[in-house]
Nanobody, 126 residues
Framework: ELIESGGGLVQVGASLRLTCVAS????????MAWFRQTPGKEREFVSG????????YYADSVKGRFTISRDNAKSTVILQMNNLKPEDSAVYYC?????????????????????WGKGTLVTASS
């Protein structure tokens, strides 16, 4: 099970810290990722991190503003979001995957994920 928290309503330019806590499986066996989705649009990749945490991936739209990290001892993955923009507003989903093709430029696609959380809403408004 994946449970997200930390979403909310903030002003443009503010920061939020999303947390995903995993249970029921060996967390360190899984690569983790964050996706987001707005009504009428497909779920899009935001950031991902390998099982050991050495290889982070970011969508171009969030590079330099978002940071992903994980704590395998606490079965937790965190997305630190700074300088939020209105276009960052979405439901953010945590996802886990055991096997990834790291030969791809970005192996974190929605279809590749094994498990999903229920999401947490982020709204950045002026």
């Amino acid at each position: 099970e994946l449970i997200e928290s930390g979403g909310g309503l903030v002003q443009v330019g503010a920061s939020l810290r999303l947390t995903c806590v995993a249970s029921g499986r060996t967390f360190s066996d899984y690569a983790m990722a964050w996706f987001r989705q707005t009504p009428g649009k497909e779920r899009e990749f935001v950031s991902g991190i390998s099982w050991g945490g050495a290889t982070p991936y970011y969508a171009d739209s969030v590079k330099g503003r978002f940071t992903i990290s994980r704590d395998n001892a606490k079965s937790t993955v965190i997305l630190q979001m700074n300088n939020l923009k209105p276009e960052d507003s979405a439901v953010y989903y945590c996802a886990a995957v055991r096997l990834l093709d790291y030969s791809l430029e970005n192996p974190f696609t929605p279809d590749a994920m094994d498990y999903w959380g229920k999401g947490t809403l982020v709204t950045a408004s002026s």
